[in-house]
Protein backbone atom coordinates (compact mmCIF):
# COMPACT_ATOMS: atom_id res chain seq x y z
CA UNK A 1 0.00 0.00 0.00
CA UNK A 2 1.09 3.69 -0.62
CA UNK A 3 1.94 5.45 2.59
CA UNK A 4 3.18 8.73 3.10
CA UNK A 5 4.16 10.14 6.56
CA UNK A 6 5.00 13.60 7.20
CA UNK A 7 7.21 14.65 10.39
CA UNK A 8 9.02 17.65 11.25
CA UNK A 9 6.29 20.27 12.40
CA UNK A 10 6.27 22.21 15.65
CA UNK A 11 6.27 25.46 17.01
CA UNK A 12 9.12 27.97 15.57
CA UNK A 13 9.26 31.45 15.81
CA UNK A 14 8.74 34.20 12.85
CA UNK A 15 12.11 34.54 11.37
CA UNK A 16 12.82 30.96 11.91
CA UNK A 17 13.58 28.04 10.18
CA UNK A 18 12.32 24.45 9.96
CA UNK A 19 12.74 21.15 8.26
CA UNK A 20 10.06 19.06 7.11
CA UNK A 21 10.48 15.19 6.11
CA UNK A 22 7.66 12.93 4.39
CA UNK A 23 8.80 9.51 4.04
CA UNK A 24 7.13 7.08 1.23
CA UNK A 25 6.67 3.56 1.13
CA UNK A 26 4.49 0.75 -1.16
CA UNK A 27 5.86 2.43 -4.15
CA UNK A 28 8.64 3.36 -6.68
CA UNK A 29 9.69 6.71 -5.10
CA UNK A 30 11.88 7.94 -7.64
CA UNK A 31 9.53 7.73 -10.87
CA UNK A 32 7.32 9.73 -9.01
CA UNK A 33 7.09 13.77 -8.94
CA UNK A 34 5.65 14.62 -4.96
CA UNK A 35 3.97 18.33 -4.23
CA UNK A 36 3.91 19.95 -0.89
CA UNK A 37 0.27 21.35 -0.52
CA UNK A 38 -0.27 23.35 3.11
CA UNK A 39 -3.91 24.20 5.05
CA UNK A 40 -4.06 27.21 7.45
CA UNK A 41 -6.24 26.33 10.69
CA UNK A 42 -9.78 26.52 9.36
CA UNK A 43 -9.12 27.18 5.61
CA UNK A 44 -8.40 25.88 2.10
CA UNK A 45 -5.75 23.92 0.49
CA UNK A 46 -2.84 25.46 -1.48
CA UNK A 47 -0.14 24.27 -3.35
CA UNK A 48 3.16 25.15 -2.02
CA UNK A 49 6.07 23.29 -4.09
CA UNK A 50 6.39 20.23 -6.35
CA UNK A 51 9.83 18.07 -7.37
CA UNK A 52 10.24 16.16 -10.23
CA UNK A 53 11.42 12.37 -10.18
CA UNK A 54 15.52 13.15 -9.57
CA UNK A 55 15.28 16.14 -7.98
CA UNK A 56 16.28 18.59 -10.87
CA UNK A 57 13.36 20.45 -11.74
CA UNK A 58 11.40 22.30 -8.66
CA UNK A 59 8.82 24.75 -8.64
CA UNK A 60 7.04 26.94 -6.12
CA UNK A 61 4.21 29.24 -5.38
CA UNK A 62 5.07 32.65 -5.98
CA UNK A 63 4.18 33.37 -1.61
CA UNK A 64 7.29 31.07 -0.35
CA UNK A 65 9.76 31.13 -3.49
CA UNK A 66 13.11 32.23 -2.47
CA UNK A 67 11.95 30.99 1.20
CA UNK A 68 11.74 27.34 1.17
CA UNK A 69 13.47 24.83 -0.95
CA UNK A 70 11.84 21.65 -1.61
CA UNK A 71 14.20 18.18 -1.99
CA UNK A 72 14.42 14.44 -2.38
CA UNK A 73 16.77 11.93 -1.20
CA UNK A 74 15.97 8.71 -3.31
CA UNK A 75 17.92 6.16 -1.37
CA UNK A 76 16.31 6.98 1.60
CA UNK A 77 12.92 7.45 -0.31
CA UNK A 78 12.07 10.71 1.70
CA UNK A 79 10.76 14.12 0.52
CA UNK A 80 12.20 17.08 2.46
CA UNK A 81 10.98 20.80 2.79
CA UNK A 82 13.25 23.21 4.35
CA UNK A 83 11.17 26.26 5.24
CA UNK A 84 13.53 29.59 6.06
CA UNK A 85 12.50 33.11 7.11
CA UNK A 86 9.03 31.58 8.39
CA UNK A 87 6.10 33.74 9.31
CA UNK A 88 3.06 33.88 11.03
CA UNK A 89 0.54 32.49 7.65
CA UNK A 90 2.97 30.08 7.25
CA UNK A 91 1.07 28.49 10.08
CA UNK A 92 -0.64 25.59 8.80
CA UNK A 93 -1.15 21.57 8.64
CA UNK A 94 1.67 20.82 5.42
CA UNK A 95 0.75 17.44 3.41
CA UNK A 96 2.85 15.76 1.14
CA UNK A 97 1.40 14.47 -1.81
CA UNK A 98 2.56 11.88 -4.41
CA UNK A 99 1.87 13.07 -7.83
CA UNK A 100 0.56 10.95 -11.04
CA UNK A 101 -0.23 12.57 -14.28
CA UNK A 102 -0.21 16.15 -12.47
CA UNK A 103 -2.51 15.03 -10.13
CA UNK A 104 -2.31 14.67 -6.10
CA UNK A 105 -3.22 10.51 -5.63
CA UNK A 106 -2.11 9.89 -2.23
CA UNK A 107 -1.35 12.01 0.57
CA UNK A 108 -0.56 11.82 3.56
CA UNK A 109 -1.83 13.00 7.17
CA UNK A 110 -0.12 15.95 7.37
CA UNK A 111 2.81 17.71 9.68
CA UNK A 112 1.56 21.25 11.82
CA UNK A 113 3.85 24.14 11.85
CA UNK A 114 2.98 26.49 14.10
CA UNK A 115 5.05 29.86 13.49
CA UNK A 116 4.53 32.39 16.98
CA UNK A 117 6.29 34.29 19.59
CA UNK B 1 -1.47 32.16 -8.79
CA UNK B 2 -5.15 32.88 -8.07
CA UNK B 3 -7.16 30.70 -5.94
CA UNK B 4 -9.94 28.89 -8.57
CA UNK B 5 -13.57 30.16 -7.44
CA UNK B 6 -16.12 28.26 -5.68
CA UNK B 7 -19.19 28.69 -4.06
CA UNK B 8 -18.17 28.60 -0.35
CA UNK B 9 -21.35 26.25 0.40
CA UNK B 10 -24.08 24.20 -1.07
CA UNK B 11 -26.70 21.94 0.52
CA UNK B 12 -28.91 19.46 -0.63
CA UNK B 13 -31.56 16.96 1.22
CA UNK B 14 -30.61 13.01 0.80
CA UNK B 15 -31.21 11.61 -2.46
CA UNK B 16 -30.71 15.12 -4.20
CA UNK B 17 -28.04 16.55 -6.48
CA UNK B 18 -25.55 18.92 -5.89
CA UNK B 19 -23.49 20.29 -8.50
CA UNK B 20 -20.41 22.81 -7.36
CA UNK B 21 -18.48 24.76 -9.88
CA UNK B 22 -15.00 25.94 -9.51
CA UNK B 23 -14.44 28.68 -12.15
CA UNK B 24 -10.52 29.57 -12.97
CA UNK B 25 -9.15 31.04 -16.20
CA UNK B 26 -8.16 30.15 -19.75
CA UNK B 27 -4.37 30.03 -18.07
CA UNK B 28 -5.56 27.48 -15.36
CA UNK B 29 -9.44 25.61 -15.63
CA UNK B 30 -9.75 26.40 -19.57
CA UNK B 31 -6.27 25.23 -21.04
CA UNK B 32 -5.74 21.86 -18.72
CA UNK B 33 -7.39 18.44 -19.04
CA UNK B 34 -5.98 17.47 -15.44
CA UNK B 35 -8.93 19.08 -13.29
CA UNK B 36 -9.36 17.42 -9.94
CA UNK B 37 -11.41 17.42 -7.18
CA UNK B 38 -11.01 16.00 -3.35
CA UNK B 39 -13.20 15.66 -0.55
CA UNK B 40 -12.45 16.31 3.05
CA UNK B 41 -13.78 15.74 6.27
CA UNK B 42 -12.76 17.56 8.95
CA UNK B 43 -9.57 17.03 10.66
CA UNK B 44 -8.87 14.20 7.59
CA UNK B 45 -6.34 14.67 4.78
CA UNK B 46 -7.90 15.11 1.12
CA UNK B 47 -9.52 12.12 -0.48
CA UNK B 48 -8.92 12.23 -4.55
CA UNK B 49 -12.72 12.09 -5.95
CA UNK B 50 -12.59 13.00 -9.86
CA UNK B 51 -9.13 13.67 -12.11
CA UNK B 52 -8.72 14.25 -15.36
CA UNK B 53 -11.48 16.13 -15.70
CA UNK B 54 -14.30 13.59 -15.78
CA UNK B 55 -12.40 9.87 -14.46
CA UNK B 56 -13.23 8.31 -10.81
CA UNK B 57 -9.92 6.41 -9.18
CA UNK B 58 -11.43 3.08 -8.12
CA UNK B 59 -13.85 2.62 -5.25
CA UNK B 60 -15.43 6.40 -5.57
CA UNK B 61 -19.14 5.64 -5.69
CA UNK B 62 -20.32 6.97 -9.71
CA UNK B 63 -22.39 9.31 -7.61
CA UNK B 64 -19.49 11.46 -8.18
CA UNK B 65 -19.10 13.07 -12.14
CA UNK B 66 -16.87 15.60 -13.02
CA UNK B 67 -17.49 18.05 -16.09
CA UNK B 68 -15.75 21.27 -18.02
CA UNK B 69 -17.01 23.64 -19.90
CA UNK B 70 -14.76 26.74 -20.90
CA UNK B 71 -13.11 28.28 -17.70
CA UNK B 72 -15.21 26.37 -15.45
CA UNK B 73 -15.54 22.77 -13.97
CA UNK B 74 -18.08 20.99 -12.22
CA UNK B 75 -18.69 18.42 -9.69
CA UNK B 76 -22.25 17.03 -9.27
CA UNK B 77 -22.96 14.86 -6.61
CA UNK B 78 -26.13 12.90 -7.24
CA UNK B 79 -27.99 10.50 -4.57
CA UNK B 80 -26.68 12.61 -1.86
CA UNK B 81 -26.04 10.62 1.31
CA UNK B 82 -24.82 11.64 4.97
CA UNK B 83 -21.18 10.68 4.46
CA UNK B 84 -20.78 13.05 1.67
CA UNK B 85 -21.07 15.66 3.97
CA UNK B 86 -17.64 17.11 3.77
CA UNK B 87 -15.47 20.25 2.00
CA UNK B 88 -15.02 20.02 -1.49
CA UNK B 89 -12.05 21.58 -3.67
CA UNK B 90 -10.61 21.54 -7.09
CA UNK B 91 -7.39 21.68 -8.23
CA UNK B 92 -5.97 22.57 -11.96
CA UNK B 93 -2.85 22.35 -13.28
CA UNK B 94 -2.18 25.97 -13.90
CA UNK B 95 1.25 25.81 -16.35
CA UNK B 96 5.26 25.95 -16.05
CA UNK B 97 4.31 22.63 -13.65
CA UNK B 98 2.30 24.91 -10.84
CA UNK B 99 -0.88 24.08 -9.83
CA UNK B 100 -4.20 25.78 -7.93
CA UNK B 101 -6.65 25.06 -5.71
CA UNK B 102 -10.36 26.33 -5.54
CA UNK B 103 -10.87 28.29 -2.10
CA UNK B 104 -13.04 24.98 -1.43
CA UNK B 105 -16.79 24.65 -0.85
CA UNK B 106 -18.70 23.15 2.36
CA UNK B 107 -21.35 20.70 1.35
CA UNK B 108 -24.04 20.46 4.12
CA UNK B 109 -26.67 17.27 3.65
CA UNK B 110 -29.46 18.66 4.91
Known amino acids: DVQLVESGGGLVQPGGSLRLSCAAS????????LHWVRQAPGKGLVWVSR????????TYADSVKGRFTISRDNAKNTLYLQMNSLRAEDTAVYYC??????????WGLGTLVTVSS | QSALTQPPSVSGSPGQSVTISCTGTSSDVGASDYVSWYQQHPGKAPKLMIYDVTKRPSGVPDRFSGSKSGNTASLTISGLQAEDEADYYC??????????FGGGTKLTVL
Open chain 1, 26 to 33: GFAFNTYW
Open chain 1, 97 to 106: ARDKYYTSDY
Open chain 2, 91 to 100: YSYAGSYTWV
Open chain 1, 51 to 58: INGDGTST
